[in-house]
């Protein structure tokens, strides 16, 4: 059997990180059995659907290297690959389900589905579902209702007294009352198809043999298991993957940070890291190794070491991997990443981001193995773009404060005018220099130097700081800290 499996969002807002893992695990799953990977729209919520959502969705999972073989954009035999596209698709299914008497009409109005729900929990009834009181209408009795002007749904039969079997790839056997489900809809009455029912027609006739998907919708296969018995479909092999909680072991959600894979995209993270750590999120690899390759992932991955607990998004694990990637990409790479947060900040403008660049990437370069994501770049290198500049704080004052600070000051200023050029040999070597002729060493001798040039404690390293600043201004921000400080 040629394995094929499918990722078939719901346009209906951004691409949430869940979902994205879940497209991650079917593109792996595809790729380490040589198969199918496609993509379609689940766009049944008319109301909420949307072209600007689908095409969110679509670019990022491009950007996160998620590429599939069929479905919209690329094509295929099975098309089209929007829900809304299909309604000729479903309809010869649906009338097949009524001519067979496996579907019926329902005329019963929201209120009085509402009124019935009520006296069930009234009674305490153990009763789920719809009562089924549309099962057996008469012709006269469907007429009446049509001439009220009652726009009916479709209800799927559903046998009573039967256990509905499902042997899950990750959570083993689940099973299922049959009079726990009751007859459901399946088709609207503005006559769209609910997601079970158009999942179900749509899986089969594209041919996926493993559905792979989050826990939340396990309570949605009883459903489509009945349809597919209804209609006489093979049955896919189901697998549902944990949930993934926030740091308090919630649901995720806004609370927790960001969930949405666009708001890393902006922030500046790497794509090959959130793959990574989505991949780490409820899988885990044979070895210790936690660094994987898309391609290194698919050649390990497999539903057996998909766990069935909940896995936990850890940001700060985030941080630091995607910090590590960030580490050992090109300089080029990251000065483009950054340049997007700089513009946005308004430290540089677009021309300025291409008549500097090259300086632009020795200021990036100073803070590149400090950042977790590129947006941290604008309050890391703020202290090249500050035409103003002061302590930081009190401890920072006190620093320039100190014994033979204004002797550094000066000896800095000689060195730096008398240079025939602040590049990084000078920036490497001053320093010895000033130790050599001063006998200050270690922290008294950097600290105060790099309050003079930066009003702060910490940043870049002193030795990349002052060939960025140049020689101009170096000597401009001594003399400015002299003038008010000493």
């Not at 719901?10 to 040589?34: D, E």
């Not at 679509?58 to 099975?78: A, T, V, Y």
């Amino acid at each position: 059997m040629s394995v094929k499996v499918r990722f078939a969002p719901s346009p209906t807002g951004h691409l949430h990180i869940g979902g994205a893992r879940t497209a991650l695990f079917n593109y792996l799953f595809a790729k380490k059995n040589k198969g199918t990977f496609l993509v379609r729209i689940e766009d049944t919520d008319l109301a909420r659907s949307s072209n600007e959502s689908e095409q969110v969705i679509i670019n990022d999972l491009k950007w996160l290297g998620i590429n599939w073989d069929e479905g919209i954009e690329k094509g295929g035999e099975n098309g089209p690959y929007r829900s809304t596209e299909r309604k000729e698709i479903y309809k010869k299914y649906i009338d097949k389900l009524i001519e067979e008497e496996k579907a019926y009409y329902c005329y019963c109005t929201q209120e009085e589905l509402e009124e019935e729900r009520k006296k069930l929990e009234e009674n305490n009834s153990d009763m789920l579902g719809y009562s089924g009181k549309c099962k057996n209408l008469t012709p006269d009795k469907r007429e009446e209702y049509e001439k009220e002007g009652r726009k009916p749904t479709v209800r799927l039969r559903v046998p009573e007294n039967i256990t509905i079997k499902i042997d899950d790839k990750v959570r083993g056997n689940v099973e299922f009352e049959s009079n726990g489900v009751g007859d459901f809809i399946i088709v609207k009455s503005d006559g769209i198809p609910v997601y079970n029912f158009a999942v179900t027609i749509d899986d089969y006739l594209m041919g996926i043999t493993h559905v792979i998907r989050a826990e939340e919708h396990l309570s949605n296969t009883p459903r489509q298991i009945l349809i597919y018995d209804a209609l006489g479909f093979e049955k896919p092999q189901f697998a549902h993957v944990s949930l993934i909680l926030g740091h308090d072991r919630t649901k995720m959600s806004k609370r927790h940070g960001s969930t949405w894979v666009e708001q890393y995209r902006e922030a500046g993270y790497l794509p090959e890291a959130i793959v990574n750590f989505l991949a780490l999120m409820g899988w885990s690899p044979e070895t210790e190794e936690e660094f994987f390759t898309i391609d290194e992932l698919t050649e390990q991955f497999s539903l057996d070491r998909v766990s069935k607990n909940p896995a936990v998004f850890d940001n700060e694990k985030l941080n630091w991997m995607n910090g590590q990637y960030v580490k050992n990409a090109p300089i080029e790479r990251v000065t483009d990443l950054a340049i997007l947060h700089l513009i946005k900040a308004g430290l540089i403008n677009e021309d300025q981001a291409k008549s500097k660049y090259e300086w632009l990437k020795k200021v990036v370069n100073s803070v590149k193995n400090g950042l977790a994501y590129a947006g941290q770049v604008v309050e890391k290198v703020s202290v090249f773009f500050n035409d103003e500049i002061s302590p930081e704080n009190d401890e920072a004052l006190e620093v320039l404060k100190g014994d033979r600070v204004l002797e550094l000051m000066e000896v800095l200023l000689k060195k730096v005018r008398e240079a025939d050029a602040i590049d990084d040999e000078f920036g490497k070597g001053i320093f010895k220099i000033i130790q050599k002729e001063t006998g200050i060493k270690g922290k008294n001798l950097f600290m105060p130097i790099r309050v003079m040039l930066t009003g702060q404690m910490h940043g870049p390293e002193m030795i990349d700081i002052i060939p960025i600043l140049g020689r101009d201004e170096v000597i401009k921000r001594i003399e400015m800290m002299k003038e008010k400080y000493l």
